[in-house]
């Protein structure tokens, strides 16, 4: 598995690392935070926040459950607005 992200200190923490490590995710970064690349993604992470604080887990367990299930649940129809939203 393969992970983009910008670089910022919370994605350096040590416990991140260990944890994607752990999990042999290997980082593909560092992106830059304002790409405009990105601009899709971030749509997705604010659908995919609202599904998941709609449901309010409880735990970290349920957390996790709940965020697979939300992520494989947004269409690739929605995705596909995402990208066409992104200007030319």
């Known amino acids: 598995m393969h992970l983009h992200h910008d670089g910022a200190p919370c994605h350096k923490?040590?416990?991140?690392?260990?944890c994607l490590?752990?999990?042999n995710v290997d980082i593909l970064g560092p992106w830059p935070g304002n790409s405009r690349d990105l601009n899709p993604i971030e749509n997705?992470?604010?659908i995919l926040?609202?599904?998941v604080d709609k449901q309010k887990p409880t735990n970290s367990n349920k957390l996790q459950e709940v965020i697979m299930k939300e992520w494989v649940a947004i269409s690739q129809e929605l995705a596909q607005k995402s990208i066409e939203s992104m200007p030319s």
């Not at 923490?13 to 260990?18: F, H, P």
């Open 13 to 18: 923490a040590k416990v991140i690392t260990k």
């Open 21 to 23: 490590g752990d999990q």
């Open 44 to 46: 997705s992470w604010s």
């Open 49 to 51: 926040k609202r599904r």
